[in-house]
Nanobody
């Protein structure tokens, strides 16, 4: 049984930082590209950041570029999202997701939520002004 478990969410003031973690089990983690998405009530789930299986390529939404950094540790089956300079508009439930993808240099579908095979349950991030 595949599980993706996010952690690290919470309440932070604007300008602060949080580090989200997503640990997987039940899949060959190094065979999957990993993504972070977020969702607020009444809106579609949107792509935030993604990383290929070996870390060869990273992708970011324009809204978080320069503030968020995605990384992974295949030995720990974990992907991270370091979020700095947080803004109130970053408030959302953050989800990690896994997409089987053997290519480390290219991942055209990284922002397509329908391409992902597995999802975590989400972790709430709230940024106060």
């Amino acid at each position: 049984q595949v599980q993706l478990v996010e952690s690290g969410g919470g309440l932070v003031q604007a300008g602060g930082s949080l580090r989200l973690s997503c640990t997987s089990s039940g899949l060959t983690f190094s065979a999957y590209a990993m993504g972070w998405f977020r969702q607020v009530p009444g809106k579609e789930r949107e792509f935030v950041a993604g990383i290929t299986w070996g870390g060869g390529s990273e992708y970011y939404a324009d809204s978080v570029k320069g503030r968020f950094t995605i990384s992974r540790d295949n030995a720990r089956n974990t992907v991270y999202l370091q979020m700095n300079s947080l803004k109130p508009e970053d408030t959302a439930v953050y989800y990690c997701a896994a997409d089987w993808n053997p290519y480390d240099s290219s991942w055209p579908r990284h922002s397509d939520r329908n391409a992902y095979d597995y999802w975590g349950q989400g972790t709430q991030v709230t940024v106060s002004s």
